[in-house]
């Protein structure tokens, strides 16, 4: 299986140990952060143009064999053993985490929208929260004592 989050930020390192973690399931985890002079031009003229921008971009990593999910605060809300369902016996995954204006509504409707949460979170932090839930996800799928109910 192959994972990859898509995120509108600055490159960030801090996930090194969810992709060792994650390698014994046979899984590639792979964080691509996408901040180009595009995107930095367009969050300047306004929230309309980011979302644009931010669309734009992400569609270029886009693939109709591949469960697309976009972390979305309207989206819905799955517990722990919902999420590994979701993800079970996928061969690609790609998550998009939005920028600071979050989406347009018609990329949206191009993918699977989930919430972490109600709560508002920085990238860095939905990242990790995202990591960890992707690797419960498979410790649920492959019988690992890891998720305790």
């Known amino acids: 299986m192959k994972i990859r989050i898509y995120s509108i930020a600055k490159k960030q ?17 792979e964080i691509i952060d996408i ?14 143009n980011a979302k644009i921008a931010y669309s734009n971009e992400f569609e ?13 605060p309207n989206g819905d809300e799955l517990n ?10 996928r061969n690609e995954i ?3 985490i939005g920028g600071a204006f979050g989406f347009e509504e018609k ?8 919430s972490l ?6 990238h860095k932090i939905a990242k990790i929260i995202l990591c960890e839930q992707i690797f419960r996800a498979l410790c649920i799928i492959n019988n690992h004592p890891y998720h305790k109910e």
């Open 35 to 48: 901040f180009n002079a595009n995107i930095a031009n367009a969050q300047k003229s306004g929230s309309l």
């Open 107 to 114: 990329f949206l409707q191009k993918m699977k929208n989930i």
């Open 13 to 29: 390192n801090n996930y090194n140990d969810y992709m060792k973690e994650m390698r014994q399931f046979g899984v590639k985890l």
């Open 60 to 72: 270029k990593y886009m693939n109709k064999n591949t469960l697309n999910i976009a972390l979305h």
């Open 117 to 122: 949460s109600k709560l508002t979170f920085s």
């Open 80 to 89: 722990s053993t919902e999420f590994s369902n979701l993800i079970k016996d």
């Open 94 to 96: 790609s998550f998009f």
